[in-house]
């Protein structure tokens, strides 16, 4: 973890944690997860968002509730359609700290792995 946000993690209130616990739990499904990715990439309809991500254009209109509601995306209407976007910078950094999290665990597995059969 980074020095500049150690402290700010001391002293969660309550109220808080609730709402970062909530937003976390909405990269809890990988779908949700490969929106936001894609979203990552520059703003788009849902139909150009249910075709990148290989879905139903319903089932991305689900998951688009759920980050809006959570204020992770911002939509925007552009004659008929609804353009989508991240809702911030914030947002693609938390996605990118969280797939840097992942292949760091990932790659410490593989390497744990290397030495035990090695070890063997």
Do not use: F, N, W
């Not at 849902?46 to 998951?63: I, P």
């Not at 992942?102 to 030495?115: K, N």
């Amino acid at each position: 973890m980074s020095r500049r946000h150690s402290s700010d993690l001391k002293y969660l209130d309550g109220e808080t944690a609730r709402v970062v616990a909530e937003t976390m739990h909405a990269l809890s499904t990988p779908s949700r997860v490969r929106i936001l990715s894609r979203l990552g990439a520059g703003a788009c309809s849902v139909g150009e968002l249910a075709q990148g991500v290989a879905m139903e254009q319903s089932a991305v209109s689900q998951q688009l509730r759920v980050l809006r509601h959570l204020g992770l995306v911002v939509g925007r209407r552009r004659g008929k359609q609804v353009i989508y976007a991240l809702h911030d910078d914030h947002v693609g950094v938390l996605l990118a700290e969280a797939v840097a999290h992942t292949e760091h665990l990932r790659v410490s597995a593989a390497a744990l792995s290397d030495r035990g059969a090695v070890l063997a």
